[in-house]
């Protein structure tokens, strides 16, 4: 079922962040999440942890980071993290690959924060 069929729940609710924003195995289109509560609720993920960064090419996950970054970044409320967590045998490369991609694009995400 996934969390899309909540977001006018979560909406009505009142709270800050939502948690676990994952288009991988939370099957998340985070397009339509930014779209339904991403003026409303700070959102925080946008990477997969166990398969993007796990299991995925370094361009794979430049995408990937890319895409979260400039689907839930504009107007400010995203949080870019890899869901749930970094487990010991995730490819440095990968995990560097994220980092980097971010790096590169949070000069470019400033402006859509103003």
Known sequence: ???TPLLDILKDMDIDVLYG???VQGGVDLAKMKMEI???ICLWGGVNAA???GYETRERV???VTDAI???APGGGFILSAIDQLFEDTPWSNIEA???TWH???MYTQRWVQ
């Open 21 to 23: 924003v994952d288009p």
């Open 51 to 53: 398969v993007t960064l």
């Open 38 to 40: 991403g003026d409303h």
């Open 98 to 100: 994220m980092v980097k």
């Open 62 to 64: 430049e995408r990937m």
């Open 104 to 106: 590169k694009s949070r």
């Open 70 to 72: 400039t689907t839930l």
């Open 1 to 3: 079922m996934g969390i």
